[in-house]
Antibody
Framework: QVQLQQWGAGLLKPSETLSLTCAVY????????WSWIRQPPGKGLEWIGE???????NYNPSLKSRVTISVDTSKNQFSLKLTSVTAADTALYYC?????????????WGQGTLVTVSS | DIQMTQSPSTLSASVGDRVTITCRAS??????LAWYQQKPGKAPKLLIY???SLENGVPSRFSGSGSGTEFTLTISSLQPDDFATYYC??????????FGQGTKLEIK
């Protein structure tokens, strides 16, 4: 059974760097693009970006200048860094895996990490 | 980016009703569309992928259709467990992934 378990700091000050990690259990890491998605409180879903097992990335253009997604295949983990956070980055952050290799419809999700940006 | 517009934003319906949610893309996405159900405090759940393919374990009362720029999610007979928020997502290979703004399905 595939499981995604995520963790990271939940409270940040403006201008700090958000850092989250997602560990993948019960599934081969290779062949998929692994995604990060966020959801501000009471609002809709926003795709942040994705990474392949080989490190190839695609980012949301609106966040691209501040986002880095990286992968550690030896640990079956991938990570998100978002620099210079503001209150607008307050959201529930999810990691996710697509249904098939080559798809981007997401069928396995992490439990979510609430990140609050406040001074 | 490809913009996804869902309608309606809110839908009030009763148990047993047939309901339809529409999603329009700002440009053609073939059938690269998924539908998700989300309940409060939970991660989204994939219902439909490739516009009309039902995810394993999803009840057959859910169905999806469409191609190009217009898509629909239909629930044939609403059950109490179906009251939630629904999102469409386009995943055209050549564009960033984008979601619709969501449709909240409420009990009438």
């Amino acid at each position: 059974q595939v499981q995604l378990q995520q963790w990271g700091a939940g409270l940040l000050k403006p201008s700090e760097t958000l850092s989250l990690t997602c560990a993948v259990y019960g599934e081969s890491f290779s062949g998929y693009y692994w995604s990060w998605i966020r959801q501000p409180p009471g609002k809709g879903l926003e795709w942040i970006g994705e990474i392949s097992h080989s490190g190839s990335t695609n980012y949301n253009p609106s966040l691209k200048s501040r986002v880095t997604i990286s992968v550690d295949t030896s640990k079956n983990q991938f990570s998100l860094k978002l620099t210079s956070v503001t209150a607008a980055d307050t959201a529930l952050y999810y990691c996710a895996r697509p249904i098939f290799r080559g798809s981007r419809a997401l069928d396995y999700w992490g439990q979510g990490t609430l990140v609050t940006v406040s001074s | 980016d490809i913009q996804m517009t869902q309608s309606p934003s809110t839908l009030s319906a009763s148990v047993g009703d047939r309901v339809t949610i529409t999603c329009r893309a700002s440009q053609s996405i073939s059938t690269w569309l998924a539908w998700y159900q989300q309940k409060p405090g939970k991660a989204p759940k994939l219902l439909i992928y490739k516009a009309s393919s039902l995810e394993n374990g999803v009840p057959s009362r859910f169905s999806g259709s469409g191609s190009g720029t217009e898509f629909t999610l239909t629930i044939s007979s609403l059950q109490p467990d179906d009251f939630a928020t629904y999102y469409c997502q386009q995943y055209n290979s050549y564009s960033p992934v984008t979601f619709g703004q969501g449709t909240k399905l409420e009990i009438k």
